[in-house]
T-cell receptor, first 116, second 113 residues
Framework: NAGVTQTPKFQVLKTGQSMTLQCAQDMNHNSMYWYRQDPGMGLRLIYYSASEGTTDKGEVPNGYNVSRLNKREFSLRLESAAPSQTSVYFC???????????????FGSGTRLTVV | TQLLEQSPQFLSIQEGENLTVYCNSSSVFSSLQWYRQEPGEGPVLLVTVVTGGEVKKLKRLTFQFGDARKDSSLHITAAQPGDTGLYLCAGPSFNQAGTALIFGKGTTLSVSS
């Protein structure tokens, strides 16, 4: 099992460019999440999807959009990248929201994004 | 707003030493989890503690959940270089939209041989 797969692993963007970060899971999980990780700030929730067809904002959603394409895939889009969006982005999944207290998340290996 | 505070932020020790990492909050959590993250990888779940006062052991790692369910600790006995990494505590945060995990800022552990 691959678990949670994120692409690309590295990306450099110029300010104002757009891009989509891809995430796919093969564990038949219902819930998926996008976090960003910054030094001294920890992991902060950007958006999440409790189930196919639903998405909700997290702590830091400004400048981002998401699409839950199907049960497996949850993408994160930066429409006009800014240097403040330089970060490491992690996608995670869980069987369902109601069970994260017991079973937690499975994370992907991250996308390292630099905006210059 | 629920917050998880971890201490210390950084820890550098020699192989064979013991250490304890702390995760504290002013809020009550239904459970707390500990993850370990190695450079270039995503966090990996180590353990979930659910009951106040609960103690769980994973080889040389001992996890404890406070009686009031507001804090947790991770104790490593006889640390090894393979224990090097970022240790994160996390707990569920409930709001009108749903449930997600919030994370502490982590403790970076370096074990040298």
């Amino acid at each position: 099992n691959a678990g949670v797969t994120q692409t690309p692993k590295f990306q450099v963007l110029k300010t104002g460019q757009s891009m989509t970060l891809q995430c796919a899971q093969d564990m038949n999980h219902n819930s998926m999440y996008w976090y960003r990780q910054d030094p001294g700030m920890g992991l902060r929730l950007i958006y999440y999807s409790a189930s196919e067809g639903t998405t909700d904002k997290g702590e830091v959603p400004n400048g981002y959009n998401v699409s839950r394409l199907n049960k497996r895939e949850f993408s994160l889009r930066l429409e006009s990248a800014a240097p403040s969006q330089t970060s490491v982005y992690f996608c995670a999944s869980s069987l369902r929201q109601s069970q994260i207290s017991n079973y937690g998340y499975t994370f992907g290996s991250g996308t390292r994004l630099t905006v210059v | 707003t629920q917050l998880l505070e971890q201490s210390p932020q950084f820890l550098s020790i020699q192989e064979g030493e013991n250490l304890t990492v702390y995760c504290n909050s002013s809020s009550v959590f239904s459970s707390l989890q500990w993850y370990r993250q190695e450079p270039g990888e995503g966090p990996v779940l180590l353990v979930t503690v659910v009951t106040g006062g609960e103690v769980k052991k994973l080889k040389r790692l001992t996890f404890q959940f406070g009686d009031a369910r507001k804090d947790s600790s991770l104790h490593i006995t006889a640390a090894q270089p393979g224990d090097t990494g970022l240790y994160l505590c996390a707990g569920p945060s409930f709001n009108q939209a749903g449930t997600a995990l919030i994370f502490g800022k982590g403790t970076t552990l370096s074990v040298s041989s």
